[in-house]
């Protein structure tokens, strides 16, 4: 069967991408086949399309590492043909085909059958930055922030991991200050449910291994003097999450947060991340999410716009959400 995708090929060190026919004999090993509806583009989409980050390892590669879609055929017993999936991270866009294709092949433990509530549009509205968000919201819980703490903060809150963690936080009741580099986004943030916009340059600059405590915990994609500082700002037996580089994959932060005010630092891997912790990020998405929020934060392109979307989002002008549809 013939059907379209992305196809990215590497001449030297340029990474080029190209929409293409492919057939069925091009897809790689794997015991379900699923029929893509839609994708999405990420921060980390945005490296593998554009050849700026090492991301993809195998050429050539169908990048794009989100999907949903039904399946179609499975030589597994936990999946059958019209079951809705989604699948996040792994292998996709590095050394297994990804989700920029009408088609694709992967293996079942790869998969996670979407809750009734969500459709594929929406699985991928939300993709991986809202997967990620969600991992980083039940961090914070695991920790004991709840909303009788204090505020939460939330780095480069414009962005896709950024948006959906201020919806989720808001729901929740936290009392939410988001954080901004595009301040002209203020109202945006305080329709998702922000209450506060701290801009940026407040917290990218280095500053001190200590100050005074603003928040109860903090969910940062950034990286770098932000993380520091936000580390530094955070009150007693605060938890901070970490999910992104943004600024820099450098922590130029002290110990003093750590050793003095007992914060905790929660790494979160939304990239192999196993089954069962999957399920329930979906699961609390299902029930934690406003959706109608969501569809403030989006903007829906056909497989010919990702390479435009990708070098944009890397540069900071992607508002929210970018949904792919794959046969647009």
Not at 52 to 62: D, M, N, T, Y
Not at 169 to 193: C, H, P
Not at 204 to 226: E, L, N, V
Request: proline share 4%; hydrophobic share 45%; aromatic share 4%.
């Amino acid at each position: 069967m013939t059907f379209n995708g992305l196809w990215a090929t590497k001449t030297g060190d340029a990474v080029s991408v190209a929409l293409v026919g492919l057939e069925d004999d091009q897809l790689m090993d794997g015991d379900v086949t699923v029929a893509v509806d839609y994708s999405t583009v990420n921060y980390k989409d945005g490296l593998a399309v554009t050849g700026r980050g090492a991301i993809i390892r195998k050429f050539p590669l169908i990048p794009g590492i989100d999907l949903a879609g039904t399946v179609e055929s499975s030589r597994n017993p936990g999946f059958k043909p019209g079951d809705r999936v989604v699948l996040n991270g792994f292998e996709l866009s590095m050394t297994h085909h990804g989700g920029y294709a009408q088609r694709a092949r992967v293996p079942a433990e790869w998969l996670v059958k979407l809750p009734d509530t969500i459709s594929a549009k929406e699985a991928m509205a939300i993709g991986t930055a809202g997967y990620t968000a969600m991992l980083s919201v039940l961090a914070l819980e695991h920790g004991g922030i709840t909303p009788d703490r204090g505020p939460v903060l939330v780095t480069g809150a414009s962005g896709g991991v950024g948006s959906i963690s201020v919806a989720l936080l808001s729901k929740l009741g936290y009392r939410v200050i988001a954080s901004t580099g595009r301040l002209q986004e203020a109202d945006y943030l305080k329709r998702l449910g922000a209450t506060e916009i701290l801009d940026r340059a407040t917290l990218s600059a280095p500053g001190a291994p200590i100050a005074a405590p603003k928040w109860a915990g903090a969910i940062d994609s950034c990286g770098g003097h932000t993380l520091a500082n936000v580390l530094a700002q955070t009150d007693y037996r605060g938890t901070v999450t970490a999910c992104g580089l943004a600024d820099s994959m450098e922590l130029p932060a002290a110990m003093h947060p750590f050793i003095l005010r007992n914060v905790t630092l929660a790494g979160i891997d939304s990239v192999n991340a196993p089954q069962s912790v999957r399920q329930i990020a979906w699961s609390r998405l299902a029930t934690d999410l406003d959706l109608g929020k969501l569809e403030t934060t989006l903007q829906e392109i056909g497989l010919a716009d990702v390479t435009r979307v990708a070098a944009d989002i890397l540069e900071g002008k992607v508002r929210g959400r970018t949904l792919v549809d794959v046969n647009r």
